[in-house]
């Protein structure tokens, strides 16, 4: 889960199922609580639902949960560590340029329309969003599918918008043969992604850290489901 509007659409999902009296998901943790009529419903039919919604995952809370949990994080961590390492990577390139390589009245152009600064910002951008985005835009797409909406698709439509309209006013100057090249956001991408990255990384270590308490796998098992988002 990516923010509080995913515990939101399955705390609202379940609770319109017949026979759920009450549902109540944890953020911090992945896990949820559900009061159900054993009769009318059952724990698969509570995992199917929110399976159904296509953007998270659901399991049976077992006595080895925490274990299972743990696991599930690490595979997270290590996802969005490699995730973090490619920004970066591009990142810090991208900070050198804007400092370092002359924009605007000062810049060198190549070729009528395109600088070599909005070159290199160019290339570094559309590197991090095809190897580091697309996390984010499968994300994206699987919950407008679903006609639902998460944090994934307002990052996904921030950095697009960037990136597609720098890409448009770059292209327009240089068929335009305009002896500068026009201001971009080529930059927004690879720092956007690197702050965001950072970010799950962090979450996720606190979820291990959280999973390693004593108080993990106390609780009744025949009314608990562990969500985690689907990759």
């Known amino acids: ?8 659409l399955i705390e ?34 509570i995992i199917s639902a929110i399976d159904g ?17 743990r696991l599930q994080y690490t595979k997270e961590i290590r996802k969005w560590l490699a995730t973090f390492l490619i920004c970066l990577i591009f990142a810090i390139p991208t900070l050198v340029v804007e400092f370092a390589v002359p924009s ?10 395109l600088s070599i600064h909005n070159l290199c910002l160019w290339i570094f951008s559309t590197i991090v969003m095809i190897f580091a985005g697309r996390l984010f835009f499968v994300s994206a797409y699987k919950a407008l599918a679903h006609c639902n909406t998460n944090m994934d698709v307002l990052i996904a439509m921030a950095t697009s918008i960037t990136y597609i309209y720098s890409v448009v006013v770059v292209v327009v100057a240089m068929a335009r043969h305009r002896h500068f090249s026009p201001v971009v956001f080529f930059d927004t991408p690879p720092l ?18 959280h999973t390693g308490g004593k108080h993990v796998g106390m609780h009744n098992i025949q009314n608990h489901v562990i969500a985690e988002k689907n990759v």
């Open 12 to 45: 609202k999902t379940i609770k319109r199922k017949q026979g759920v009296k009450g549902a109540s998901v944890a953020f911090s943790t992945g896990i949820g609580m559900f009061e159900y009529d054993s009769v009318m419903t059952s724990p698969n039919d």
């Open 53 to 69: 919604l296509g953007e998270f995952r659901a399991t049976l809370a077992s006595e080895d949960k925490g274990k299972s949990s």
């Open 1 to 8: 889960m990516t923010c509080g509007s995913c515990v939101t």
């Open 104 to 113: 605007g009245c000062d810049q060198t152009v190549i070729t009528d329309g």
């Open 192 to 209: 956007f992604f690197a702050f965001v990255a950072l970010g799950r990384l962090l979450e996720y270590f606190a979820k291990v850290l």
